[in-house]
């Protein structure tokens, strides 16, 4: 018996048949027992001929590539024979035995089999080797170097984060689910399969555009879907009978406490919600992208082809899993729905003709995230306990700070009227003082000397007014030209060499031309352009808050909480962290997964933090969704309590996780990587300035001024304080001093009960309004 009835799938447009199939079975069948593919292993059965026939990859890749010719279809599918082959192989030599050891060797060697440039290669000593090397040979010289760069850096990250499954499984750890969202990419291998279709259609997708938002969201969209997908139909065989743990229905089971049927249920609406993020991206964001980089026709055309091809990979995939014997697949709407299957447009954009469908995945689950209104009566948010095992402490420059920070402000015009608000401000003085970002910035650096200080206030000021102006200016007025037109100007105020800035125009352009110049003085140049970069992804997130404001669009829940990281400034204001001990760490260390982790569980914990104390703000004043509470009221169909509930468990999830990673992921990577003390000392610095991050994250959201009910009222509601506030006014409003909590690597729960004997005045003594 099934453990769960098939959900509806959202799939609008059909899959085809490669007219090729029968070919690529007959080539595939020799091909694999010419690899050893069906001899045992270590006295381990991996696969005999039978298993293959049953699994058919040559069906898979025949409706997952129904366009290209027979030999491309036989190397395609030679490549997938070969990574599920290396997927049972690992299972039983590794997994089964929880030999980590092993399995860091067996991976190791493999990277050796993807030369860029070609090369000579070591002897095969197994199957996956030779298949490897077989494969390789075959595939990279019709491609570019950047494609084949990219190709081997998905292909390692397949084979290499195998290991974060064995390591899982060992523990007896199921993950949460962010952190199942970004492994599972990497495990998984879809981000691979994007690089195959791009091999398969003939049409490498152009350097420069490689990396821009667009074409990452459409292969993270269509990567999540077709994980998403293979865990729906692979649950019985991989949790119920071989014991594996990677898999979103069993995490959204444990994670949220639901049965079986409805956490299916819950994976299948995410898996309708990336799809539909995908289609989003493709018929919105490509055309904005292919205007403003002037995009030739050429490379517009290989665009196209390459998200037509995943759009092709994903009605594929789904046809082949309701037919493999692989998997479940019995029941299900598209299984036992198909003639008016057939009759489906073929297509990008194709979708747009079934939105009003009468099958529940097809409207109203798009429909619902651009009608929700952009105001609602809230009330002040009851905040939970947040989960902080690390103590603050706090710049014994503080003082100096605020009052420096407050005469930058005037001095750059953050109080200068602005001509596109009618005249009027967007920040009085008194604003200013009650935000108290010096605060804030005395306690993400409590060490700083008071020149640091001022830098980090004055950055966490003007990272805040173009917050706050780009919803307030361009959303409103509807002008992504606008933004788009802002956000170019600003490069002009970021130079890489000695060149000079353009006059400028507003309290913004002003502002940032000040803080670059102080900032990259002591930068050397790959600094430079790393923080130009940091900069860059911020201002660049903006407008991608604008662009949904204009649609009046609520965002998928995985693109909304991986550019929240950027919306908050995270790279930002890491990056500064970064250099002042970023020539000790190697570069190849700061981008191992476990780094990467480290910084991304803080960054998340910090920005729904921020979401829980701002909902009320943004939802009851300013009409913002761009909130992970009303995300997820979005996406569960849930109020304002549950949304605030879920928001509390993951960020208490991520802390969990970068406790573990503190805890044992660096001490395993210092004896992998066999670093030297200096480098370890660096890593375990970087990770107190991340603790200190997280505590003054909390402690200046309880403190300032900013989200109180009393300051949204009067901010809002009121028709405007005078320009010039009187003395007595500004130091009115200028918050008490803060509690202090020591601080370090290992203080545990003693964090938490320092913010629960905070001071009375110092503690919101009523609901405390986001």
Not at 232 to 245: A, H, L, M, T, W
Not at 266 to 289: C, G, I, K, Y
Not at 394 to 416: T, Y
């Amino acid at each position: 018996m099934q453990p769960f009835e098939l959900p509806d799938f959202y799939m609008p447009y059909p899959a085809r048949l490669n007219p090729h199939v029968d070919s690529a079975r007959a080539h595939t069948r020799v091909w694999a027992e010419a690899m050893g593919f069906f001899k045992p292993q270590e006295g381990h059965h991996i696969w005999d001929e039978s298993d293959l026939e049953k699994h058919d990859y040559g069906l898979l890749c025949a409706y997952t590539h129904p366009d290209c010719d027979s030999q491309e279809l036989s190397l395609i599918t030679d490549w997938y024979v070969w990574v599920f082959y290396f997927d049972d192989h690992f299972l039983e030599l590794f997994k089964r035995t929880r030999d980590t050891e092993g399995a860091r060797r067996y991976l190791e060697r493999l990277r050796d089999f993807m030369p860029l440039a070609g090369g000579p290669m070591p002897e095969p000593t197994n199957p996956v080797e030779l298949g490897l090397a077989d494969l390789w040979v075959r595939t990279v010289s019709a491609m570019p170097m950047d494609w084949r760069q990219r190709f081997v850096a998905t292909t390692t990250a397949l084979l290499q984060e195998s290991r974060w499954e064995l390591a899982n499984i060992t523990e007896g750890r199921i993950a949460n689910p962010i952190e199942y969202i970004e492994m599972r990419r990497k495990v998984g291998g879809a981000p691979w399969s994007a690089n195959l279709v791009e091999h398969a259609v003939g049409a490498a997708v152009p350097a420069d555009l490689a990396a821009t938002r667009p074409l990452e969201v459409l292969r993270d969209t269509f990567s999540d879907a077709v994980h998403l997908r293979n865990d729906i139909f692979s649950y019985e065989r991989e949790v119920r009978q071989e014991g594996e743990n990677a898999n979103g229905i069993l995490v959204v089971e444990r994670f949220f406490g639901y049965e079986t049927q409805h956490a299916a249920d819950v994976v299948n609406d995410l898996l309708t919600s990336r799809l539909q993020q995908f289609e989003h991206t493709a018929l919105t964001e490509l055309p904005m992208l292919f205007a403003e980089y002037a995009v030739g026709p050429q490379d517009q055309a290989a665009v196209a082809a390459y998200a037509k091809g995943l759009q092709d990979w994903q009605s594929g995939g789904h046809e082949w899993h309701m037919r493999s014997s692989r998997y479940m697949n019995k029941g299900g709407s598209t299984a036992s729905d198909p003639l008016p299957r057939l009759f489906k447009p073929v297509g990008l954009g194709s979708s747009a003709v079934y939105l009003f469908a009468p099958n529940a995945a097809l409207g109203p689950s798009r429909l619902k995230s651009f009608l929700r209104p952009r105001f609602e009566q809230v009330g002040p948010t009851t905040l939970p306990e947040f989960y902080l095992p690390y103590r603050l402490q706090l710049s014994p420059f503080l003082d100096a700070a605020r009052e420096n920070l407050l005469d930058w402000g005037k001095q750059v015009g953050l109080h200068s009227p602005v001509p596109e608000l009618g005249g009027r401000v967007l920040w009085r003085p008194v604003d200013l003082v009650e935000f108290d970002l010096a605060l804030c910035a005395a306690g993400l650096d409590p060490d700083a000397t008071p020149a640091e200080l001022d830098l980090a206030a004055d950055w966490l000021a003007w990272g805040t007014y173009v917050d706050d102006y780009y919803p307030q200016v361009f959303a409103l007025r509807k002008d992504m030209a606008g933004a788009k037109l802002q956000g170019k100007r600003f490069s002009a105020f970021m130079p890489l060499d000695a060149e000079g800035t353009p006059p400028a125009t507003n309290a913004m352009e002003r502002g940032l031309a000040d803080l670059w110049h102080r900032t990259t003085a002591v930068l050397d140049d790959a600094q430079k352009r790393e923080f130009h970069r940091a900069v860059v992804a911020f201002l660049e997130s903006c407008e991608w808050e604008v662009a949904n404001d204009i649609a009046n669009r609520i965002p998928d829940p995985v693109d909304y909480v991986e550019m929240r990281r950027r919306t908050f400034g995270s790279d930002l204001t890491m990056a500064l962290s970064r250099f002042s001990h970023g020539h000790l760490i190697p570069p190849d260390i700061y981008r191992t997964q476990t780094v990467m982790d480290l910084e991304h569980t803080a960054s998340d914990y910090a920005t729904m933090v921020n979401d829980l104390f701002s909902y009320h703000k943004e939802t009851q004043y300013e009409g913002d969704f761009h909130n992970a509470v009303t995300v997820m009221r979005n996406f569960f169909d849930c109020g304002s309590e549950t949304g605030v509930a879920i928001v509390n468990d993951l960020l208490t999830a991520r802390m969990q996780q970068f406790e573990r990673i503190v805890g044992s992921e660096l001490p395993a990577l210092y004896e992998e990587y066999e670093l030297g003390q200096d480098v370890r000392d660096s890593l375990d610095r970087r990770a107190v300035e991340l603790q200190d991050w997280m505590a003054a994250i909390v402690n200046w959201h309880i403190s300032c001024g900013r989200y109180k009910e009393a300051q949204l009222e009067e901010r809002y509601r009121s028709s405007g304080a005078p320009e010039d506030l009187a003395t007595e006014q500004v130091a009115a409003a200028r918050p008490a001093p803060c509690f202090t909590r020591p601080n370090g690597l290992g203080t545990g729960a003693a964090g938490l009960d320092g913010l629960r004997r905070a001071p009375a005045d110092h503690a919101p003594t009523q609901p405390v309004s986001p």
